[in-house]
């Protein structure tokens, strides 16, 4: 089936939302093409709130075909556009997805989010920061729940805070003197609760642009709210990596991510 691109709101909607018709996001759907109900990951690819990363959209779409699921990559707003832009995005495209599951073979109950670097963020901000529906919304999109059943968060930007954040995401999405409360409040490891999704890691242990300490403290987290999880901290690699199908420390994710998804019936 051919893959096909739709926005996240039709004019009407963008005007109410304050979102002027050549900014309204985009999902572009890379759907599997049979009858058989699948799960769907939302993809959003990283570039530190100022634009989004090829590498980390389309080719992990095509992989996640190949393990038999359905893939959207999402193109939410980036600077100039600030917080919360991108945030109502990602929301607002697992909703778009739940909503139209069935027109689209897709499973409700298996709809993750995965993120690189960035939009690692951005999909751990919508696993910890959901709601289940807005039951008095207009808009039956805005009634179905925002939360993702998983996630997937590569190399993630998690913390706001000194000295772990990547500043140039804190600017981007903040502003140049965003405050601190405006930063605890993104800072994503605080707000891990029983009921955030299963989650799989992973980093390397040599970022210089993203310390592994993101996804070390996020994995503490979920560890101690007894959330499933699976961290991997490969040796050495640069960030950025996406598929890392070139870079023979990390290279092996992709495979250890399948297992993991096996495991929890999601292929």
């Known amino acids: 089936m051919q893959t096909f691109t739709l926005p996240l709101w039709n004019e009407q909607e963008a005007q109410a939302a304050g979102i002027h018709p050549s900014a309204i996001p985009t999902l572009t759907a890379y759907p599997l093409g049979h009858g058989k109900q699948t799960a ?20 992990v779409a095509r992989w996640l075909n190949q393990l ?3 893939a959207f990559v999402l193109d939410y707003r980036v600077h100039p556009h600030r917080f919360p832009s991108a945030q109502m995005d990602a929301a607002r495209a697992i909703r778009l997805v739940r ?4 027109t689209w073979r897709i499973d409700p109950h298996r709809i993750g989010i995965l993120g690189f ?5 951005l999909a751990a901000g919508a696993g910890t920061r959901y709601d289940r529906g807005q039951l008095h919304a207009k808009e ?18 998690i913390t706001f805070m000194p000295p772990y954040t990547h500043e140039g995401s804190v600017h981007h999405l903040l502003g140049d003197q965003p405050n601190d409360e405006l ?15 299963m989650t799989f890691i992973w980093h390397t242990a040599d970022d210089e642009a993203v310390p592994a300490q993101n996804s070390l403290s996020f994995a503490e987290a979920l560890k101690q709210q007894g959330v499933p999880h699976e961290l991997h901290i490969y040796e050495s690699g640069p960030h950025g990596l996406g598929l890392a199908e070139q870079h023979p420390h990390a290279k092996p994710w992709t495979e250890q991510c399948a297992s ?6 999601w292929c």
């Open 117 to 121: 670097s960035a939009g690692g963020h």
């Open 140 to 157: 039956a999109i805005d009634q179905m729940s925002s939360r993702p059943d998983a996630m997937i968060l590569s190399y993630p930007v």
């Open 99 to 102: 909503y139209y599951a069935d």
């Open 260 to 265: 993991w998804l096996r495991r929890h019936g």
């Open 40 to 59: 769907a990951w939302i993809i959003c690819p990283g570039g530190g709130y100022a634009m989004k990363a090829y590498h980390e959209g389309e080719p």
């Open 68 to 70: 038999g699921m359905a």
């Open 183 to 197: 930063r605890l409040q993104l800072s994503h490891e605080r707000y891990v609760t029983s009921d955030t999704p």
